[in-house]
T-cell receptor, first 111, second 112 residues
């Protein structure tokens, strides 16, 4: 069964450093998403991406965040200068027309 | 704006007992509705979804949910809970092409 994959599973970084979280969506999917979940809290929408551009983004997704689909298979989330409050589980998701399929997540720890 | 509420933060049931997790939503049109389960340290697994048609939908692991438009609800049920069902359950609402909004989650504990 096809699945969304994410790497790394756990990323530890120093405050102020740049991080890139990688996702490989399901190959024929058209819509791509990033969500995050701060420990013990709800899953929050960050951004959706369709047709090689951002289709919607939340207030959380400020200028420190960017997304890219560089080669038609990967979908990346970059945080330019990480803050302590960026520590969270980051989930990638993709969908064709129905329900989104979520990846296993990347746990980001900012020290 | 779309929103989802899950009134119960934490529910504890005995193994073998029935379960109902509540979900209420606010949405302008007929929404797409989902239930996801998250085991500790794991990702989100889709349990079931409602797009249209029969308002009682069956999912994996013996779960079902009923869409009630008049009550703006999509409650999740299971007739007999197993210890392995202990997890966090998230209700979500969305629309094709737009983002999906998740509820705050309900943590289910199962007593032996």
């Amino acid at each position: 069964e096809p699945e969304v994959t994410q790497t790394p599973s756990h990323q530890v970084t120093q405050m102020g450093q740049e991080v890139i979280l990688r996702c490989v969506p399901i190959s024929n999917h058209l819509y791509f998403y990033w969500y995050r979940q701060i420990l013990g809290q709800k899953v929050e929408f960050l951004v959706s991406f369709y047709n090689n551009e951002i289709s919607e983004k939340s207030e959380i997704f400020d200028d420190q965040f960017s997304v890219e689909r560089p080669d038609g298979s990967n979908f990346t989330l970059k945080i330019r200068s990480t803050k302590l409050e960026d520590s969270a589980m980051y989930f990638c998701a993709s969908r064709l027309t129905g329900s989104p399929f979520f990846g296993p997540g990347t746990r980001l720890t900012v020290l | 704006a779309q929103s989802v509420t899950q009134p119960d933060i934490h529910i504890t049931v005995s193994e073998g007992a029935s379960l109902e997790l509540r979900c209420n939503y606010s949405y302008g049109a007929t929404p797409y509705l989902f239930w996801y389960v998250q085991s500790p340290g794991q990702g989100l697994q889709l349990l079931l979804k409602y797009f249209s048609g029969d308002t009682l939908v069956q999912g994996i692991k013996g779960f079902e949910a009923e869409f009630k438009r008049s009550q703006s609800s999509f409650n999740l049920r299971k007739p007999s809970v197993h210890w392995s069902d202990a997890a966090e359950y998230f209700c979500a609402v969305g629309d094709p092409g737009q983002n999906f909004v998740f509820g705050p989650g309900t943590r289910l504990s199962v007593l032996p």
